[in-house]
T-cell receptor, first 114, second 114 residues
Framework: GENVEQHPSTLSVQEGDSAVIKCTYS??????FPWYKQELGKRPQLIID?????GEKKDQRIAVTLNKTAKHFSLHITETQPEDSAVYFC?????????????FGTGTRLLVSP | DAGVIQSPRHEVTEMGQEVTLRCKPI?????LFWYRQTMMRGLELLIY????????DSGMPEDRFSAKMPNASFSTLKIQPSEPRDSAVYFC????????????FGDGTRLSIL
């Protein structure tokens, strides 16, 4: 089955710096890669996702890149703000006939210091 | 849209007791997922349903765990008998299968088994 590894487990940056979180996956059939943000005591919330037919996707300060050959994808947050502090999870899934079975990484705790 | 609704938000009970967690998916969504989140194991998929039918229950840890979806607007996850190692946050998520929509998570149930 699919296995997703995520690094680093913790990341501390100064406000305004960029943050990069990396994930690798094992199943070359996976074609859907979402990123979820989870604040303390809250639900995971989707912040961005990418499908394997594109290599990069941006949404304001957030971007995700995908390298299918190497089977890794990354989350980039620019101009970080204290409210970006949270745990970020990557996930991978093969969407077969629309079914989506997400396998999550172990999470990255991001701390943005003012 | 009320989002995915889970109840109870918190549950504290003694080992050996039966525990029932409840979930109401977003109206119109036809896929429903149950996840367990712990520090040790992260976010794990337990079971998911499509059109009220269980599709994959390979993540259900033991026979003590069971899940049902009697109709499109309600699902339960039951643990009987409960054990201290079942303590975790249990999330329910839903999505519209066949679309490009992501999974939307509920606020979770924090379960403590004493």
């Amino acid at each position: 089955g699919e296995n997703v590894e995520q690094h680093p487990s913790t990341l501390s940056v100064q406000e305004g710096d960029s943050a990069v979180i990396k994930c690798t996956y094992s199943d070359s059939a996976s074609n859907y890669f979402p990123w979820y943000k989870q604040e303390l005591g809250k639900r995971p919330q989707l912040i961005i996702d990418i499908r394997s037919n594109v290599g990069e996707k941006k949404d304001q300060r957030i971007a995700v890149t995908l390298n299918k050959t190497a089977k890794h994808f990354s989350l980039h947050i620019t101009e970080t703000q204290p409210e970006d502090s949270a745990v970020y999870f990557c996930a991978a899934s093969m969407e077969d006939t629309g079914f989506q079975k997400l396998v999550f990484g172990t999470g990255t705790r991001l701390l943005v210091s003012p | 849209d009320a989002g995915v609704i889970q109840s109870p938000r918190h549950e504290v009970t003694e080992m050996g007791q039966e525990v029932t967690l409840r979930c109401k998916p977003i109206s119109g969504h036809n896929s429903l997922f149950w996840y367990r989140q712990t520090m040790m194991r992260g976010l794990e998929l337990l079971i998911y349903f499509n059109n009220n039918v269980p599709i994959d229950d390979s993540g259900m840890p033991e026979d003590r765990f069971s899940a049902k979806m009697p109709n499109a607007s309600f699902s339960t996850l039951k643990i009987q008998p409960s054990e201290p190692r079942d303590s975790a946050v249990y999330f329910c998520a839903s999505r519209l299968q066949g679309s490009n929509q992501p999974q939307h998570f509920g606020d979770g149930t924090r379960l403590s088994i004493l």
